[in-house]
């Protein structure tokens, strides 16, 4: 028995519900229905009964008759053989909903989700520093994360973008699948290609289809990480060799990628070609350098031996310093240690390279041996102080320090800035070279929390350093060195710190090593320092907001007063819980020497 009629009648039934009774009488609709229903009577009486109840909605025998009443009947009708008719299964053959066995833990209390979620939902400043947070207290591995963490993919803020690709869905496994391939559009742009990568080391060879569709049908984003994927199959070498030759530089530079993770002897024969081409040098460069099959790395080696005669020779010199430097870029990390360590030394040894013309490939080359990290090439690096006017300085003075004692740097190197004059290379290659190696320390002072001093394992510089700094009048270099108490150190810095009294990157470098070596003048200096600023300070830097801390007791009222005295609210709150702190803080006679001490104090209270 057809009942399609009946669900048909039952739709017009509602509408007029909406319309009122009174346009039931003749309506077009329902007397189109009436003879099919009175047709299909003839053989079934269900059918009869419904066709009478229309006839007295559609023809009332008079008006006395209550239509809305009429047309309640019809629906009550509809609805007691619809409710008989229904079916409640379902056809063809059950299978498993996917990710339905997800097993992942919900056990965190929401409030501290929230300032997650909103991270990864909203824009605005801040977000980076709360999930990096997140991250390292293990609060993103929750269900109830996974879903807006994919979302999350889509960001506009490419950093965030990129955390949750790297950092926190991966964390979650095959649990992320589900979402990750219901959400994934092969034209769709950045987001999707992040998609598929992080779908890979879940399907693995399972995804081949999806992977060639990718690369066949989907954007040019979506196409290139499909490529680069690939790379991964040697059965598919034919199809990359092809997307090498495609018109878009984005395919073609994916291609590459692709060639180098396969190192077969086609791939290694493409690849070499694209970095001796002009127009795939630059591109096929930044993937070479992945490629561990030894042939590639012997082969670009014996490129750069003829570039370099080219360039002694004079010939063609501005493309063979072209080529040279796209060779030396590709040897970085490469695991032909040896060969490449030979090929540098002569190239940095080759007296007809020292030209102005290839000063970016001698710093590569030198950095290159730096990174190399074996013994025979610190060696090399700090033989090469002396040479060329002190063209080397940095990386040679960085080789002496990882290898050489402190002493023996101090003998070696010092004498470069007490006899050279200023204007000269070795003289302010040396300086730049002490102050790349301050940015390292002090990440690592900062992170020892116990006033700025190295740990007690690190290297360290000889003393001697910080008064050949004085003399050449070094004041940043001399305050990041200072560690103990010397009044001459004190002087000299306070002398500079009375030539700017101002709050800025120098001066509160400064006033760290005031505290550090005991100064007692620190506290009124930085406090003085304070007072004379401009009022609407919006920010402190980390560097700034521990100095706070180092205040004694005695100053947190005036701290307090001071704060007062702020424009921006957050500000003024940000220090007076500092005062407040600092209110609470050991007087220096109770300091229990056998414990933390004073900075052991900061440290919890920055923490």
């Known amino acids: 028995m057809s009942i399609h009629i009946l669900y048909d009648l039952q739709l017009e039934v509602r509408r007029l519900f909406i319309a009122g009774s009174r346009m039931a009488e003749g309506d077009l609709r329902l007397t189109k229905i009436l003879p099919q ?10 059918f ?6 229309l006839t ?27 409710y008989t008719q229904g079916a409640t299964e379902v056809q063809g053959e059950s299978v498993e909903v996917e990710g339905t066995d997800i097993e992942l833990s919900t056990k965190l209390a929401y409030r501290k989700l929230s300032p997650i ?5 909203t824009k605005g400043q801040g977000r980076m520093e709360r999930l990096n947070q997140a991250y390292e207290n293990q609060l993103l591995k929750d269900f109830r994360i996974l879903t807006v963490a994919v979302n999350a993919l889509d960001d506009g803020y490419a950093e965030v973008a990129d955390f949750v690709s790297e950092k926190v869905i991966p964390d979650f496994g095959d649990a992320a699948l589900p979402l990750l391939r219901k959400q994934f559009d092969l034209l769709g742009g950045r987001s999707h290609a992040r998609r598929l990568n992080l779908m890979y080391p879940i399907l693995k060879e399972s995804g081949l289809e999806l992977y060639l569709q990718a690369a066949r049908e989907g954007s040019t984003e979506v196409r290139t990480a499909a490529i680069e994927l690939l790379g991964n199959y040697p059965e598919q070498e034919s199809f990359i060799l092809e997307q090498a030759d495609d018109k878009k530089k984005e395919i073609r530079k994916a291609a590459f990628a692709g060639l180098a993770k396969l190192g077969t002897e086609k791939a290694v024969d493409r690849l070499f070609k694209a970095i ?15 490629c561990e099959v030894p042939e590639l790395t012997l082969k670009i080696i014996a490129n750069a031996e003829e570039a370099l005669e080219r360039i002694v020779s004079g010939t063609d010199m501005q493309e063979a310093c072209l080529q040279l430097q796209a060779d030396v870029v590709c040897l970085d990390g490469s695991k032909q240690q040896q060969e490449v360590l030979t090929f540098l030394k002569k190239l940095l040894l080759t007296e007809g390279f020292m030209i102005p013309e290839t000063d970016a490939i001698q710093e590569n080359a ?14 090399f690096l700090v033989s090469l102080q002396p040479v060329y006017k002190g063209r080397y300085m940095i990386t040679s003075f960085n080789a002496a320090f990882r290898t050489l004692p402190a002493d023996e740097v101090y003998e070696r190197y010092a004498k470069e800035l007490k006899t050279q004059k200023k204007k000269s290379w070795a003289h302010s290659f040396l300086i730049s070279a002490l102050h790349r190696l301050m940015p390292s320390w002090k990440r690592k002072l900062d992170l020892a929390g116990n006033g700025y001093s190295p740990y007690k394992d690190e290297k360290r510089l000889d003393p001697r350093w910080i008064h050949v700094l004085m003399d050449i009048n070094e004041p940043e270099l001399v305050a990041e060195l200072a560690e103990t108490p010397d009044k001459k150190v004190e002087a000299y810095l306070i002398s500079n710190f009375q030539l700017k009294p101002k709050l800025n ?12 070596i005991g100064c007692k003048e620190a506290p009124e200096m930085l406090m003085s320092v304070l007072e004379k600023e401009k009022k609407d300070l919006y920010y402190f ?10 205040l004694p007791r005695s100053y947190a009222d005036r701290l307090k007063q001071f704060a007062e005295t702020l424009t921006y609210e957050s500000v003024k709150r940000q220090v007076l819980d500092v005062a407040e702190q600092i209110a609470e803080k050991p007087e220096e006679s109770a300091i229990d020497e056998k414990g933390a001490g004073i900075w052991g104090w900061i440290k919890s209270k920055m923490s």
């Open 48 to 53: 009869k009964r419904v066709a009478q109840a």
């Open 366 to 379: 030198a950095n290159i041996l730096l990174w190399m990290g074996t013994p025979e090439a610190y060696e």
């Open 505 to 516: 990157h120098q001066t509160a470098s400064i006033l760290l090593a005031l505290f550090r």
């Open 541 to 550: 830097s980390e560097v700034q907001y521990a100095l706070f801390y180092m």
């Open 276 to 290: 001796t081409t002009v127009k795939d040098r630059e591109i096929a460069v930044e993937t070479a350098s992945d």
């Open 37 to 46: 229903l009175q047709k299909l009577g003839e053989t079934a009486a269900v």
């Open 117 to 121: 979620i909103e991270s990864l939902t």
């Open 56 to 82: 007295e909605v559609v023809e009332p025998a008079s008006k006395n008759d209550g239509g809305a009443v009429k047309l309640l009947d019809l629906s009550t009708l509809l609805n007691s053989i619809l």
